[in-house]
């Protein structure tokens, strides 16, 4: 099993809806999580980070956490062309971690 | 005034060749990574140095190679380049190992096709 599992894509949604991502992980010793979003022939950039259950908004965007299920996922609303990318879900596995753990993304097309 | 810079950006090689990737940050962050992303987007992590200190070392094969002169450079060497290695190598940086939210940064990116 994958330590963070996304459904790979492509996720296609009309413009003005919400987008919802989801992204399940197997390490319950999670402790942050974080998404990234990708342009294509672009490096990742951070969104938006988690690591309390329940929602936190910044936006457009809703990260949701719940550690008991294992499940994180981000809410796009009003969504735009311009969010047609690639969304990486991540995590780091304890306090004093160092590294982030990706999953493989889930491709994002925003129809007009 | 790029955070993250690496070169090159783009590298096409022959097979067996030895190339290197250079990595330099600005943000005054104290520890440095390599990823590789691969043709199907997975990205994966290599190598992490903390402060010139290695850290993190994955299972990547000994023709890999980084060295931090200091902790604001991180370079990739590759020996011997094999088919398999074609890939994007990014470079990135944080603070003090990632605790709580701080954010990782990332390089543009070094498009390496092994030919």
């Known amino acids: 099993q994958k330590e963070v599992e996304q459904n790979s894509g492509p996720l296609s949604v009309p413009e003005g809806a919400i987008a919802s991502l989801n992204c399940t992980y197997s390490d319950r010793g999670s402790q942050s999580f974080f998404w990234y979003r990708q342009y294509s022939g672009k490096s990742p950039e951070l969104i938006m980070f988690?690591?309390?259950?329940g929602d936190k908004e910044d936006g457009r965007f809703t990260a949701q956490l719940n550690k008991a299920s294992q499940y994180v996922s981000l809410l796009i609303r009003d969504s735009q062309p311009s969010d047609s990318a690639t969304y990486l879900c991540?995590?780091?596995?304890?306090?004093?971690?160092?590294?982030?753990?990706f999953g493989s993304g889930t491709r994002l097309s925003i129809r007009p | 005034d790029t955070a993250v810079s690496q070169t090159p950006k783009y590298l096409v090689t022959q097979m067996g060749n030895d190339k290197s990737i250079k990595c330099e940050q600005n943000?005054?962050?104290?520890?440095m990574y390599w990823y590789k992303q691969d043709s199907k987007k997975f990205l994966k992590i290599m190598f992490s140095y903390n402060n010139k200190e290695l850290i993190i070392n994955e299972t990547v094969p000994n023709r890999f190679s980084p060295k931090s002169p200091d902790k604001a450079h991180l370079n990739l060497h590759i020996n011997s380049l094999e088919l398999g290695d074609s890939a994007v190598y990014f470079c990135a940086s944080s603070q003090t190992g990632l605790s709580s939210g701080n954010t990782i940064y990332f390089g543009e990116g070094s498009w390496l096709t092994v030919v």
């Open positions: 943000l005054g962050h104290d520890t």
């Open positions: 988690i690591y309390s259950n």
């Open positions: 991540a995590l780091k596995r304890g306090s004093s971690a160092s590294k982030i753990i």
